[in-house]
């Protein structure tokens, strides 16, 4: 067998996963509908801050499942064409709902009920994108590059959507951005067609004739996936966000819709540039380095926003706040694909996004609960002592995980999941 060019590999693998994350930040619910779907509620149902919430709370029910839909991914392969076949049929249940919701009235039940069976189809693609991903990460020991590109990848429509998606809220009707959005994920279901070799090469194969009760053992015992999971949740509940900085910013700093919209936008930007200086810096310093001083730093930097008066001065903020926010969120992503276990990639993946997802509705749950009673410095004060938390958790990881850099083979890591050169 001819050896395969690893370059071209890490190439064709960075141009497939960059298309794929990049389509699914503009049409997931959370992309481009967000900031339109949040102003609907906001003042075209007239929802206070916590039903609000409530909304998000609900519709994000499947992302606290998404454990399920990557055990699913794991343990399941439809008509012998798996991921992609996930990709293509996930892609057309999340074009119906959009189709179906725009195609009535705009309630606040139908709105649950249509992004509920979006976001559950975005579970999918997820689940499916992200275990694609964390085995091409072990394999050619890239997690820590594979998770700034991924971060990138999702500022870039991030960005996009946050800009547009202000404007929209005040132009566009919520069924015309809908619409939209169903449009740009027919875009995945074409990607399915794509099978590069370096993507979607053979998995590393578990014991044979594991059935599915021995493969959820041997996820949940494993010893660095618990205290990585433990990490997203604290990392991710963050009362100080979300909600309570929406109400906050337009109502006592009276930033615009536009201004919101280009504030979370500036955050994301600064994230992008950290997405850049973490693939420098992952190959120079060990991830548990990289992860103690990001957590250190992101301790203290939310209450900066006390002191904007001016749409301005958040932007300034903003910029300063997605910088720090952007290194940690990397690290605790590349921390997750050095944790998962083979062949169960997909489980560990979308179960390290199912707590984080549970972290951050939690978190802005109870934010929002104490901004209309307490107002924002508590909220704050909350966000302050859930990410000093995170730190005692990193002791429990084992060093094997965190010790090596980039490009490093780490002994946690099985040989066998190593491209061959």
């Known amino acids: ?38 102003f609907w509620l906001k003042d075209g149902l007239h929802l206070s801050a916590q039903p609000v919430a409530v909304f998000e709370a ?26 992609r076949m996930f990709l293509a049929a996930a892609a057309l249940l999340a074009i119906a ?11 606040w039940l139908r709105l649950v009920i249509a992004i509920v069976v979006a976001t559950s189809a975005f579970e999918v693609l ?54 939209i959005a169903g449009l740009i994920t027919g875009a995945v279901m074409v990607q399915a067609l794509w099978r590069p070799v370096a993507v979607f090469a053979p998995p590393v194969q578990a014991e044979e004739n594991e059935n599915h009760l021995q493969a959820l053992r041997r996820l949940m015992r494993d010893k660095s996936l618990r205290p990585a999971g433990a990490v997203l949740f ?24 536009e201004g919101f919209g280009a504030y979370r936008a500036v955050t994301l930007a600064s994230g992008a540039v950290a997405a850049l ?71 560990g993946m979308m179960l390290g996004y199912s707590v984080f997802a549970l972290g951050g509705t939690l978190g802005d749950l109870l934010g929002a609960y104490l901004y209309e009673r307490g107002g924002f410095l508590i909220c704050l004060v909350l966000d302050a002592i859930a990410t000093a938390a995170t730190l005692l958790v990193l002791a429990r990881i084992p060093r094997s995980v965190l010790s090596s850099r980039d490009g490093e083979p780490s002994v946690h890591v099985p040989q066998q999941a190593l491209a061959l050169k």
């Open 1 to 38: 067998m001819k050896p395969r060019n690893a370059s071209a590999d890490t190439r064709q693998i960075g141009v497939y996963f960059g298309i794929l994350t990049l389509t699914l930040g503009l049409a997931e619910p959370t992309g481009l509908l967000s900031l339109p779907l949040m």
């Open 58 to 83: 609900i519709v994000l029910i499947p992302a606290y499942f998404g454990f399920a839909f990557g055990f699913l991914r794991d343990r399941w392969r439809p008509f012998g064409h798996g991921d």
């Open 97 to 107: 709902g959009y189709y179906w919701l725009a195609a009535g009235e705009l309630t």
């Open 126 to 179: 997820g689940a499916t994108a992200e275990a694609l991903m964390a085995i091409a990460g072990q394999r050619y020991v890239m997690t820590g590059r594979l998770s700034a590109l991924a971060e990138f990848a999702e500022i870039v429509p991030g960005v996009i959507a946050l800009l547009l998606g202000g404007w929209m809220a005040s132009n566009v009707s919520p069924r015309n951005s809908i619409i």
């Open 234 to 257: 604290l990392w991710n509940f963050s009362p100080g966000f979300g909600t309570p900085l929406l109400f906050f910013l337009s109502d006592h700093v009276k930033v615009s819709t």
């Open 277 to 347: 200086l973490y693939v420098l810096l992952c190959r120079r310093v060990s991830l548990r380095r990289i992860l103690w001083w990001t957590l250190a730093l992101n301790v203290l930097p939310g209450f900066l926003l006390l002191f904007a008066h001016s749409t301005v001065q958040a932007l300034a903020i903003g910029a300063i706040i997605g910088l720090l926010l952007g290194l940690v969120n990397i690290a605790v992503f590349d921390l997750l694909r050095r944790s998962c276990p083979p062949s169960l990639e997909g489980s």
